[in-house]
């Protein structure tokens, strides 16, 4: 089978956020948001701060073409990018992952706001979205449930240039809307 025709870079926009397709003239103000040690603790990759780690993870989301950069539209302001993607032991879904927030932007209605974007333009033509997280990385293994995602198995995939071990996380739309009710009713 093959996949369903999806648009992995539009543009998304709600009254707090704008996402758009990541461009390579989105370096400069991308790694300003990235260039802080704190937005990365916690994370597998602890050390994407440093120019030229960062360099190389911007250079393979550009090379990707499914990138999308996040844009805080109150201050004008890149906070980060996410990206949809096939995953190779799902070839007939959609999956969301590469997903960073400047550390300003967690814990509150940010990663909810960005997800719901996502999350409605997939759901648009997928049942069911995808998660694929480091088995290290509980903060966004607490997020993504939060969202109403459910583990469903672990696994070996490439899925950056290397195989890796992955918490596969199943977000089917019903849950998503009865989670989304009780986020915004939380709010």
Not at 171 to 187: T, V
């Amino acid at each position: 089978m093959t996949a369903k025709p999806f648009n992995t870079q539009p543009i998304l926009e709600n009254r707090y956020l704008c996402l758009r397709p990541l461009a390579e003239t989105d370096f400069d103000q991308l790694f300003a948001t990235a260039k802080d040690p704190q937005t990365w603790a916690g994370h597998p990759v602890s050390d994407r701060f440093k120019p030229d780690v960062f360099r190389k993870y911007f250079d393979f989301l550009l090379e990707t073409g499914s990138a999308l950069i996040i844009i805080d539209r109150a201050e004008n302001r890149v906070i980060g990018c996410s990206r949809y993607y096939i995953a190779p032991d799902l070839p007939d879904g959609i999956s969301i992952r590469f997903t960073f927030l400047h550390h300003d932007n967690w814990g509150g209605q940010t990663n909810f706001q960005l997800k719901k974007l996502m999350l409605t333009h997939a759901f648009k033509t997928y049942d069911t979205v995808w998660f694929h997280i480091d088995p290290t990385n509980i903060r966004s293994q607490k997020a993504t449930a939060k969202l109403g995602a459910k583990p469903v198995y672990d696994a070996d995939l490439d899925l950056a240039g290397a195989p890796a071990s992955w918490k596969c996380y199943s977000l089917a739309q019903s849950d998503w809307k009865a989670s989304a009710r009780k986020i915004e009713q939380e709010s």
